[in-house]
């Protein structure tokens, strides 16, 4: 299977500049391609994956793959897609997303110089930086005119909107974006550009400028924005955006969100962002079908997505948290997972003394100190009733005092009232 048959079963691709012309193109042998990624956070999110991915399956079929960080554009702020003006990064600040963000862009391709296709991570502040603003208007500018800027979707919109408006430096965007394309046709012999469906005006006008600044044929494709089957937008959470970042969404809750996907974007959701093959989804799919209750395609979506992002021991004990935040024993978790565990859940601080003194730390304190009951009174119901437990252990002893026997990795205590209610201590 060549990469345009990939990625159409996949149901990857939304336009193309001339499909027929690249698909002959591609049977001639491998392509450089690049897709850009502003900095405009200090980390990506899910909905940077389709490009991204797409990089990584063209380098299995062969291509060669560039990943742009765009230092210049990140600068300027892309109006594809936005309502109104983005608010300018001061240079501290993108310089700080760039460095973040060049590290998830090399995780996720292979740059082995032993590769006879290595991919390259590339930053267009590089390039764009040293070029004055006359220069850039007479090479860049005399080449693409106002009216075909005007109806581009990303600006006609702005336009008809008399509050918001577009301002001239958004206006330029698809001008540095278009630049970026011809700077890479020329240095890397770059002939294919890829990005989400909102880039097409921004794509089609780097395949003008290298048309006519240097005489060559180069081609755009888009992938589909991806969008949840009730019409909300994949990738947001209750608690805002998914980041690959651990330290912005944790593993635990990166693993959670592929696991509650809808039943009707799990199989659509394997096609898009893991590379199981054909077969297996399909073996996936069947599986679902006949019984949706036991979530086989959304365990593997989860594990696969998690697998690749953050590892395979991460998965592990994202994997692991899930369970004992479902019940299950704390026998061999690792630290790293108790971290987990700790990060999703209410917790309290606990001075290390507090459990060296003689009397210890009472269990109906520690449960009314983590609020999870809001009285002595109900702490006491719970411990009678059977619905008070340490480390996942139930406990009745109403006198039962917490101790250093019950600390895990010296740090953590997992409390539990029922069978949802949990509280961490973390000891200081």
Known sequence: MNILEELTWRGLINDCTAMDELAKRLENGPITLYSGFDPTADSLHLGNLVPLLALRRFQLCGHRPIALAGGATGSIGDPSGKKSERQLLTKEVLDHNIAKVKVQLARLLDFSKDLPNPATLVDNASWVGPISFLDFLRDVGKHITVNSMVSKESVKARMGDEKSGISFTEFSYMLL??????????AENCELQIGGSDQWGNITVGTEL???KAGNTVYGLTLPLITNS????????????IYLDPEKTSVYRFYQYFVNVDDRDVIRFLKFFTFLTEEQIKELEEKHAANPGAREAHHALAREMTNLIHGEQATEDAITASKILFGGGLDGITENALKNVAGEIPNASLAQDKLRSEDGYLLLDAIVDTGLTNSRGEAKKAVKEGGAYVNNQRVQDMGYRLSATDVHYDKYILLRRGKKNYAALVLA
């Open 177 to 186: 974006q278009g630049y970026d394309f011809f700077h890479l046709n020329q």
């Open 210 to 212: 290298t048309r006519k």
């Open 230 to 241: 009730d019409g909300s937008k994949f990738g947001k959470s209750e608690k805002g955006a």
